[in-house]
């Protein structure tokens, strides 16, 4: 079986209450440290765009961000934390 096979119940099985919890506060922390780094650039040239378009007064500037991470590095934090429940 190739890894691209692999399914989350093979790798990692049931995940407990607490490790659920490690793992949104994990994933929290990255998107903070994401957003810290990189939100600036971004707005910068939003707000450019936006004033180079010649808005009127009332339009809205409408802003998104998308995170995308693989389940390979929710596999990744799982395996860490449950390797820290050895030590």
């Given at each position: 079986?190739s ?14 209450e ?22 600036e ?12 378009g ?21 596999v990744?934090?799982i ?9």
């Open positions: 079986m890894e691209e096979e692999l399914r989350w119940e093979e790798v990692v099985g049931e995940l407990s607490e490790e659920l919890e490690e793992l949104v506060g994990e994933l929290s922390e990255r998107f903070k440290d994401i957003v810290f780094m990189k939100l650039p971004t707005l910068r040239k939003k707000v450019q765009e936006v004033i180079k010649n808005p009127y007064i009332n339009d809205y500037v409408v802003i998104t961000w998308k995170m995308v991470f693989v389940i390979n590095d929710l990744q934090i395996g860490r934390i449950r390797r820290k429940g050895f030590t």
